[in-house]
């Protein structure tokens, strides 16, 4: 992986940000936040990626509105709807995009099947320890993590259908989405985690990183 400035970029933005979430500077995370998404747009343009790239843009769009929309959640509790709507429609795009990768490979899911029972029966595990505790938002969860683990699934799925190391990188960044967003949910909604601003924002970043880092070899292996 070569060392571009756009990803010098990206990862300062984080590291001011996980800063600003450790000491609590509420104005710097108002800075530092919104500008993450956009540093990612930024790395696929300085990496001259010019086609198939409206479904991941898409995914960084509403990505950017989800971080927009959580920054506001102490407001109002409905931001933090607005924020888990947007994040589906991310998922729903890296889905999508996936999904749309041909090849005459086999489905590492047909491969392999035990795959879909464990990420099915950790998502149901999940959605068993968060239940009690979720009130009004029961449904809006629940369909958040179907989607959420479909979208690991579809990763996976391609797993043999696309080249390396971008199979790696999408798998990665969407396992390490999984964990972001179990670790937001636990601790909003079963129990407090140490540090869990830290770890949520770490993983999720990591996250995007790697789905955009995948995107970009992915077009690279292609030409």
Known sequence: MSFRKP????WLLVLVDLVAVFFDVSKLIFIAKPLLMPSLVLELVYAGVTSNKKLVLAGLFFSWMGDIF???ESINPLFFIFGLISFLFTHVCYIIFFLSTSSAMPSLLKKQPIYILLILSYGTGLVWLLFPHLGKLQIPVI???VVICSMLLCSIHIYLKVKEPANRYYVSGAAFF???????AIDKFYHTIPFAGIWVMLSYCMA????VRGFIEWNVSTK
């Open 7 to 10: 990803v010098r970029i990206f």
């Open 70 to 72: 959580l920054l506001f």
């Open 143 to 145: 369909l958040y993590s």
């Open 178 to 184: 999984v964990l972001s967003d179990s670790l937001l």
């Open 208 to 211: 995007q990183y790697f789905i």
